[in-house]
């Protein structure tokens, strides 16, 4: 995770799935340290610098939307029904230059208010990000216990 952490902080082009049957889209992942109250301390609460997983459209825009890592409860690793499939072949299609991406390299993360669906492009990339969450959570897990 050590060396992981900075790769994942610098980002990379992921294939993110919409929920609901929308269009995927290649969005630009990374991860970032917020502010974040994390309860208690009185009336300031306890606002501390926490990793989370953020996504723009653009490396330099500011991220669209955040989700803590914290709050992450479960990687899978594969395709459900909200991966996008071509009814034809069964590939999932994607928005990048050979119109789909593998099975393999298909991903979801579970939080506490949401999942994300993600495809790398790259089974580099796939390594990265999916080792990375697993590696997250398995850390989130020992930091409950």
């Known amino acids: ?17 919409a929920l609901h049957g929308g269009k995927p889209q290649r ?10 109250n994390l309860g208690g301390g009185g009336k300031k609460g306890n606002v501390r610098q926490v990793p989370h997983l953020c996504w723009s459209s653009q490396p330099a825009q500011a991220a669209t939307e ?4 914290l709050h992450l409860l479960d990687v899978r690793i594969g395709s459900n029904d909200n991966f996008k499939k071509d009814r034809k072949s ?10 789909v991406v593998r099975e393999s390299h ?17 089974e580099s990339d796939f390594q990265l990000w999916a080792g990375g969450m697993l590696a997250i959570l398995k850390r989130n897990e020992e930091l409950s216990a």
């Open 106 to 122: 298909c991903f979801t993360l579970i939080f506490n208010t949401r999942s994300v669906d993600l495809a790398a492009e790259q």
């Open 90 to 99: 069964g590939r999932i299609m994607a928005p990048n230059s050979s119109g």
């Open 66 to 69: 955040t989700l803590p890592l």
């Open 27 to 36: 969005r630009f992942m990374f991860l970032k340290d917020l502010s974040m």
């Open 1 to 17: 995770l050590r060396t992981a952490m900075p790769l994942l902080q610098r980002g990379t082009y992921l294939v993110k799935f």
